[in-house]
């Protein structure tokens, strides 16, 4: 049973050491419980692995009635209810993969007032059944889990959340506490505006996560760079690597088993029997290497997950901090790792233009792009402009690849000039062609498809001897990043110029490029891409 005797209410913080067996509350934990105890609603914005479950679970135990929190985390409501229970928590749950007899037994358990806490599904909501079952019991406070997929512009909206304003106006006595571990302060806004909670006290944690270290890598040859981050820094831990598509999956999970790391794949489109178990292998075994789509995470309440590594770009830099999050709930350090490249501008970009939804969904796709690129392309600490994109200020980390070997800058005006020039002498010619030929031309390279194309007789042929293909693939890169010039996203990716372009042709704009360090210099040129 979830309470000592009844009718006496026991304080916050016995209650977590009886049935947590914690010593202390953490942060703002509780702040933030006695405000919902004594019937308060509240906002809170606290990153992964912050703590967020007790602050609506301890008060659940501390009122009269039942917590009732609505989470779009199905898959995991069962593991939620189990490891209640196993603290000798009454909590159930109510959602569309139940039999009819299963959902009864949990709704005559609420009505008998034997629940400390039921976990809904928010489409639940929309069922005048359920209304009707939460009238006619007593509930507690109601909680609102990823609070943020009430924005519509977020990367995670429900539609269903929308209803949930319902809430205020059926039990307006009732507190409500909302949670979230992403939110700018947009969504933060959002949040509070379409829930109603105007009047909920906010409660906005740190959102540094000091035990993680945060690097992003130009990409070459993802694979072995991946390889040689796990076998060097993290052989034999628990981690995660993020790709973009479902087939980048698992084929790299599959190359990663044989070059002998314990890799699975996880994406919404394996069988759900595989998912269960590659995901139960990872939670309970040790040294476990998920490779997976955004598809897994969510919800994922792993403490010693060593590394969380992206081979592709995230869209966001909200869905890059989520994903990260992941890493090192324990505390201890723990890695952040990226490969980033052109190919995943160009990816990115291609996905936007074809994006379902008017100009204006897709101008907010390509302002969280345009951020993410900022973050990758910084020369400053990455903590620094992290925090920053959730509006908290901080001071360089030292803790960053950005902090630990600082890149330089280099005023690429006169390059971007040559390139953008050696473009529009093609353009002129009725011409596009991508990347790699523009760079032998400008390095001067006689290859067989300059000669055919008498690309030597170019002005601009063998100008750019002075850098090496890296380093004018980086330059491309930077100028697609800042939309100076452009990757054809539908054909063979072939460059050609933007409208800020000319800009840069006629000395009106200078550009500042990233200058990779040595380091990843020197590994770049000894490889071969
Ligand atoms: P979030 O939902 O914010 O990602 P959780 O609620 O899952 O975070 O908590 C993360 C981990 O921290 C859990 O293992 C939880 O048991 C633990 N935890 C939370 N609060 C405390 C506390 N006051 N003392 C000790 N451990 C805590
Ligand atoms: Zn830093």
Redesign the pocket.
Same mark, same amino acid.
């Not at 914690?22 to 953490?26: G, T």
């Not at 606290?46 to 007790?54: A, D, Q, V």
């Given at each position: 049973a979830g309470r000592p005797t009844p009718g006496t209410s026991e304080a916050p913080l016995e209650v977590?050491r009886r049935v947590?067996g914690?010593?202390?509350?953490?942060g703002e934990?509780s702040e933030i419980i006695s405000t919902v105890v004594a019937g308060g609603d509240a906002l809170v914005l606290?990153?992964?692995?912050?703590?967020?479950? /007790?602050c609506y679970q301890v008060p659940a135990l501390v009122r009269e009635g039942t917590g009732v929190v609505v989470s779009p985390l199905i898959a995991l409501m069962q593991d939620q209810v189990d490891a209640l229970s196993a603290l000798g928590v009454r909590a159930g749950f109510l959602n569309s993969t139940q039999q009819a007899f299963q959902r009864r037994e949990v709704e005559d358990a609420f009505l008998a007032g034997e629940l400390d806490l039921l976990y809904l599904a928010p489409e639940r909501l929309n069922v005048p059944d359920t209304v009707d079952l939460l009238t006619r019991g007593h509930v507690a406070l109601f909680a609102i889990d990823e609070a943020h997929c009430v924005s519509q512009w977020g990367h995670d909206f429900r539609p269903d959340y929308l209803r949930l304003s319902m809430l205020h106006e059926r039990w307006p006595g009732v507190p409500r506490i909302a /949670?979230t571990?992403t939110a700018t302060a947009a969504t933060h806004r959002e949040i509070a505006e379409r829930l109603q909670l105007e009047d909920a006290r906010h409660f906005v944690a740190s959102f540094d996560r000091p035990n993680i270290q945060y690097r992003i890598a130009p990409k070459d040859n993802p694979r072995a760079q991946l390889l040689d981050v796990l076998r060097t820094e993290h052989p034999g831990e628990a981690g995660i690597v993020y790709c973009l598509s479902r087939a980048s999956v698992e084929q790299t999970a599959a190359w990663l088993v044989t070059q002998g790391i314990d890799a699975m794949p996880y994406h919404a489109g394996l069988d759900r029997g595989v998912r269960a178990h590659n995901q139960a292998r990872f939670l309970r075994e040790d040294g476990v290497v998920m490779v997976a789509t955004i598809a897994f995470g969510m919800g994922i309440?792993k403490?010693d997950v060593r590394f969380v590594a992206h081979l592709d770009l995230p869209k966001s830099v909200e869905g890059y901090y989520q994903e990260t999050g992941r890493a090192g709930?324990d505390g201890l350090p723990s890695t952040a790792w990226m490969a980033y490249g052109l190919a995943d501008v160009v990816q990115q970009r291609r996905l936007i233009d074809t994006s379902e939804g008017d100009a204006t969904h897709r101008r907010r796709l390509t302002q969280h792009l345009d951020a993410m690129l900022a973050l990758c392309e910084t020369v400053s600490c990455r903590r620094v402009q992290l925090l920053n994109y959730f509006g908290q200020a901080s001071q360089a980390c030292g803790n960053c690849d950005t902090c630990l070997v600082p890149p330089t800058t280099w005023d690429g005006t006169v390059a971007a000039q040559k390139l953008l020039s050696t473009v529009a002498r093609m353009a002129q010619r009725g011409q596009r062609y991508g990347v790699g030929h523009v760079v032998d031309v400008l390095r001067g390279k006689r290859t067989p498809r300059v000669a055919q194309l008498r690309h030597d007789d170019l002005s601009t042929f063998g100008i750019g001897e002075e850098l090496s293909d890296g380093e004018w693939r980086g330059v491309v890169r930077q100028l697609v990043a800042a939309e100076l010039l452009a990757v054809d996203t539908e054909g063979y990716g072939t460059l050609q110029l933007t409208d800020a372009s000319g800009e840069v042709l006629r000395g009106e704009r200078t550009v500042a490029m990233r200058r990779e360090p040595e380091r990843t210099r020197t590994r770049r040129a000894s490889s071969s891409g």
């Open positions: 977590l947590w914690y010593d202390e509350f953490r934990q606290m990153p992964t692995g912050g703590g967020k479950s /007790l /949670l571990a309440d403490p709930r």
